[in-house]
């Protein structure tokens, strides 16, 4: 999933992610903290993180079952928000999201339940994989070009979380990057397992 993050192939569980970010960061705007800022960006990390340690809690029980339409269902709501707020498509974005839609409604009728609960999963971990694209792999990007020849992750992603840190204790962004990817990846990390058991 890693590999395929910046291709139509995982489009839904990006926007899906996407969407969670944003709405925080519009809603930490509009109590006044700094666009793109330092606290901005820590406050959105830290709620990703909660969230996504809350559906793995969830997800132990039957609303593991339910993620998935919900994650998908939300992305298409937003997205046809959008693009009549824009008066505008993203065609490719579009297809992606109707074609899972509709392979999610057709594992639904035929009861396949083992690969719904796998997409529920995806949604899940699509958030770690943000926080891991927005701390480490889009800011390495903005460094060499050349990663995004050898991984998709960047090709859709434009959040640069590291940024805010740039020359902080005239350390570089990517330390930074680094450090919070590993500070807030963690602990999805470590409740996985649990997950499992349950």
């Known amino acids: 999933m890693i590999l395929l993050w910046g291709t139509l192939a ?3 569980f990006r926007y899906f992610a996407t969407i969670i ?8 705007e509009k ?3 700094p666009h793109a800022g330092k606290i901005e960006v820590l406050i959105a990390s830290v709620v990703i993180t909660l969230i996504a340690l809350l559906f793995l809690f969830l997800s132990r029980g039957e609303f593991g079952k339910y993620l998935a339409p919900i994650g998908v269902s939300t992305s ?3 997205f046809m928000i959008r693009s009549l707020l824009k008066q505008s498509v993203d065609v490719k974005t579009a297809v992606a999201l109707i074609v899972f839609v509709l392979a999610v409604l057709v594992l639904y009728f035929l009861k396949i ?3 719904w609960i796998w997409i529920s999963d995806a949604f899940i971990m699509s958030l770690p994989i943000f926080l891991l694209s927005s701390w480490l792999l889009v800011p390495l990007s903005r460094i060499s070009g050349k990663i995004t020849k050898f991984f998709f992750i960047t090709f859709r992603s434009s959040e640069d979380y590291a940024v805010a840190f740039k020359g902080l204790f005239s350390i570089p962004k990517i330390a930074w990057g680094i450090f919070f990817a590993v500070l807030f990846i963690l602990p999805i990390a470590y409740f996985i397992p649990e997950r499992r058991k349950g």
């Open 113 to 115: 339940e083992r690969t």
């Open 31 to 33: 109590l006044g903290i």
């Open 21 to 28: 970010s944003e709405g925080i960061c519009f809603v930490s």
């Open 76 to 78: 298409l709501i937003v």
């Open 10 to 12: 995982t489009e839904p």
